[in-house]
């Protein structure tokens, strides 16, 4: 964003020109779509909140509810299955962790949808403002088609680390739990898995995660267009 920095501070910028028309162009719809999709991947992914429960029976006790409550960042191995009764089987049961740390692909994932976010909105108020700045100064064309670039590529990383991340979720606090767990193995206890919350949204996260990647990918050829790069054997051809 170093470059709307140096443009917010130049005395050029005195000139504001408020013009809606790039937005109906390719380049200026595409980045509001990719606003509006940058909203949709951090909320959806970064909002999640679940819970996993399994039924622990024993002697004297039948299917007693155990729970473990996670949410956003996804630190798995800082979650506890705990009995709502301290004195689960007479007082053996002890709390079981889950299995997994993936907050770095969760926060990865969701610290980019907001930068982008972020990003949108200095770069509409730049096609909305200062068009005419923007399109006479060579240098803004070609740092956004480099932003553009890399923030697909960036789309790209985080989207497949998060959904491999997101199918580990789901295994870790699906059934694959209960084997895990030394105190189901006890003779007379019959551990069963109840239920987890609906990832849905988890879901969706993954596919506006493609979607935006998509987006920016296709972005690169419009931005493309503005710069001198592509301007240039133009206007070679057309000289003498």
Request: glycine share 8%.
């Amino acid at each position: 964003l170093w470059f709307l920095l140096v443009v917010l501070v130049s005395p050029r910028m005195a000139g504001l020109q408020v013009d809606f028309g790039l937005l109906l162009e390719p380049l200026g719809f595409i980045k509001v779509l990719e606003w509006i999709f940058s909203i949709f991947a951090f909320a959806t992914c970064g909002g999640y909140q679940g819970e996993t429960t399994i039924l622990v029976s024993c002697k004297g006790v039948v299917n007693e509810t155990v729970t473990a409550a996670f949410a956003y960042p996804f630190r798995l191995n800082t979650v506890a299955l705990s009995a709502s009764d301290p004195k689960l089987c007479g007082g053996t049961w002890m709390d079981v962790y889950l299995v997994g740390n993936f907050s770095s692909s969760a926060q990865f994932f969701v610290a980019l949808a907001v930068l982008v976010f972020l990003y949108c909105i200095a770069a509409l108020v730049m096609y909305i403002g200062y068009k005419h700045v923007y399109q006479q100064n060579s240098k803004f064309p070609l740092t956004d088609l480099a932003i553009t670039i890399i923030t697909a590529f960036l789309w790209l990383v985080s989207t497949f680390t998060w959904a491999k991340a997101l199918a580990d979720i789901k295994m870790s606090t699906g059934a694959s739990v209960i084997p895990g767990i030394d105190f189901c193995k006890a003779p007379g206890t019959v551990c069963r898995f109840a239920s987890v919350t609906s990832m849905k949204t988890l879901n969706v996260s993954v596919v506006f995660g493609f979607l935006n990647m998509i987006l920016w990918g296709g972005n690169i050829w419009f931005v493309y267009k503005d710069t001198n790069l592509h301007n240039q054997p133009m206007r070679i051809s057309l000289s003498p």
